[in-house]
């Protein structure tokens, strides 16, 4: 079967200074799938994610969307071409509410006045659509809790029907029905017909909610694993145990 | 969660920002008693609008510069260079008074953008540059005043901060067009909170219940007609308050209507996530500025109208009484909260106190100690319900 993958990344690098952070990545990323981006602190998961939202442009490499060539050069342009984005370090306004936060930077308006009654409306369905506990669209951001937060954060990519979410480290720092909740979003993003790219630390999360692993270790590309490949496996992979070679483009790749 | 909030809910969750509403009440109630009832009198109330106006213009301006988490220290100087250039083009050159006001305000915008530069594109905090902006405009207000006092200005450029719309309608010894005016204005604000209950209503939030809001409606609308009622039996309507309350409405819809607006609280909340959003700071940033030197120099035109000429020293440590507004009035220290209404009233709180120790012949020293300690009050009270908000969550 050869599907062409929503996103494809070739031989993407990226150095700062004499820094190679990330050196000739590959990742394929299908529609209704949640693909689990990990390695240790600096294997470059989060230097991928932000090639992948326009937020830094790769020294080399090819992205893809559906087979077509593209030039993601700022979040815009990401935004435009259906990849939304959660960073890690919570893009959110603390004294913004819930529908002013999802629309920040692409307002809706009419006469050029806030059309903030259509943006509650819009704010209202997506909240209804992940099921989400959010009292109410105008809720401030500061009365919601981590977790919350954290939903507001997921349901603003929703804005603009994207087709490509990216999640860095979105279950960070929250408590443990908090991460369930957060879980239980990313498999409705993926239900939604989303490709998702979900980076995170912990093994656990990752396992819960991923179609495929992919480890990143020192910039490069370490293994690729199914849902349920062992821990032992995945953690080996991470720590650089077992060494892979650079996967072929489909189908996993074996131990050296 | 009920959809109706009882008045002791409603007080205390709005604390922060009734507070200040009663504060005023309860600073215009103690002045009255202590000014045996001269603070409220027509003459004396017309002149706190004359008296204080600038102050307010320029709080418009440097509420939107804090809530976008800056400062600026150059509004003072700025009002002097403006009033210079229009005394210039108007006593000197023998202008019309009109070539005048657009020669200030095309030098605030100047400023303005010089200013934005500085902040927005270089990336020099607001502090420095404004800090600069203070010695920098101060001085060429003395190169183009040669040093000197610049008066008087024509009749026309006068009124602008003396004239009053009087007798359109008539009225005896009470000004019918005042009163007319400010029942618009009253009907124009029962409206507009009736729409924004309806809103809230339909999104399930909290409101007030119907016989409170309607309290609220009535006593605003009281104290709006007894202010029109007083300024229509000394000289009518002030021209400055008309420039004052179209600004004011304008910059309650940019600030709460406009993209601009939400971006500027955005940047102001947190500036990476509006960065990261897709905001584009920068530009926002620059036009904050911009902004704000258009407003300077409308108060610098209104200064010089109002003290008839310019002097080299006019303007100085109005700076300080604008932010102070801001701030009595619950703009945050760190940015990202405010309104235009709110330093409205905090410079009216400010504008009372000062009037009312004057009448009551209070010592400048001792009336500056005063000053100085309501302002660290407010903003410790500020400061008090965050970090009770921030204990609750």
């Known amino acids: 079967m050869t599907r062409v993958p929503l996103l494809s990344m070739r031989g993407i690098s990226k150095h700062f200074g004499a820094v190679e952070a990330i050196a000739g990545v590959d990742l394929d990323v299908h529609a209704h799938e949640v693909v689990a981006l990990v390695g240790d602190n600096g294997a470059g998961k989060s230097t991928l994610a932000k090639v992948i939202s326009g937020v830094l442009s790769p020294d080399v490499g090819l992205i893809e969307l559906d087979g077509v060539p593209v030039t993601i050069s700022s979040p815009s342009v990401a935004h435009d071409l259906g990849i939304a984005t959660v960073f890690q370090d919570l893009a959110l306004c603390d004294n913004l509410d819930v529908s002013a936060n999802l629309f920040l930077g692409r307002e809706i308006r009419t006469a050029g006045m806030l059309d903030d009654g259509r943006m509650e409306e819009i704010t209202r369905q997506i909240l209804r ?13 500061s009365t919601l809790s981590a977790g919350q937060r954290q939903s507001v954060a997921i349901a603003r990519t929703l804005i603009g029907n994207p087709r490509l979410v990216v999640l860095d480290e979105p279950t960070a720092a929250l408590s443990v029905a908090q991460t369930a909740e957060v879980l239980t979003l990313i498999e409705r993003l993926r239900d939604l017909g989303l490709g998702v790219i979900l980076i995170s630390h912990n093994m656990n999360d990752v396992r819960a909610v991923s179609d495929r692993i992919e480890v990143l270790r020192h910039g490069r590309n370490n293994g690729s694993f199914g849902a349920t490949a062992s821990y032992e496996a995945i953690l080996a992979a991470i720590t650089g145990a077992t060494h892979y070679d650079v996967p072929a483009h489909d189908g996993w790749s074996t131990p050296r | 969660m009920t959809a109706v909030a009882g008045l002791q809910e409603l007080f205390t969750r709005n604390l922060r920002q009734s507070g200040i509403y009663i ?52 509004v003072g100087s700025v009002v002097a260079l403006t009033g210079a250039v229009s005394a210039v083009v108007v006593i000197r050159a023998g202008q019309p008074w009109w070539v005048g006001i657009l020669a200030a305000l095309a030098v605030g915008l100047l400023v303005g953008a010089w200013q934005g530069f500085w902040v927005a594109y270089v990336g020099i905090p607001a502090f420095i540059v404004t800090l600069a902006g203070m010695l920098l405009f101060r001085g060429l207000t003395l190169q183009v005043l040669n040093n000197v006092s610049l008066s008087p200005f024509p009749p026309e450029y006068q009124r602008v901060a003396g004239g009053f719309l009087n007798g359109f309608l008539g009225g005896q010894g009470i000004d019918v067009f005042t009163l007319v005016i400010a029942a618009i204005a009253v009907v124009g604000y029962a409206v507009s909170q009736l729409r924004s209950r309806r809103g809230r209503i339909k999104y399930r939030q909290t409101v007030e219940t119907m016989p409170l809001f309607v309290l609220r409606l009535v006593l605003v609308g009281a104290v709006v007609m007894a202010f029109a009622y007083q300024l229509a039996r000394s000289r009518g309507l002030p021209i400055v308050l008309i420039i004052l309350g179209v600004l004011v409405i304008a910059y309650t819809i940019v600030t709460t209507k406009t993209v601009f607006g939400r971006h500027v609280y955005a940047i102001g909340g947190n500036l990476s996530a509006a960065q990261l959003s897709g905001v584009k700071v920068k530009r926002i940033n620059f036009w904050i500025f911009v902004n704000m030197g258009f407003l300077a120099a409308v108060a610098g035109v209104v200064y010089s109208s109002r003290s008839n000429g310019a002097q080299p020293a006019a303007g100085n440590m109005f700076e300080l009484d604008a932010i102070a507004a801001c ?4 703009a945050s220290t760190t940015g990202g909260v405010g309104r235009v209404t709110g330093a409205m009233v905090g410079g009216l709180i400010m504008g009372v106190m000062s009037n009312g120790m004057q009448l009551m012949g209070v010592d400048q020293s001792v009336q500056q100690v005063i000053k100085g300690l309501v302002l660290l009050l407010a903003v410790a009270f500020d400061i008090f319900n965050k970090r009770r908000v921030g204990a609750s969550r």
């Open chain 2, 23 to 74: 504060a005023f009440v309860a600073i215009v109630g103690l002045f009255a008693i202590l000014t045996n009832g001269m603070l409220l009198s027509p003459g004396n109330m017309t002149n706190i609008v004359l008296q204080y106006s600038y102050i307010l213009i320029l709080a418009i301006g440097m509420v939107i510069v804090i809530i976008g988490g800056h400062i600026d220290l150059s």
């Open chain 2, 327 to 330: 701030f009595i009035g619950g």
């Open chain 1, 129 to 141: 659509d992940l099921t989400s506990r959010i009292p109410t669209a105008r809720t401030k951001l």
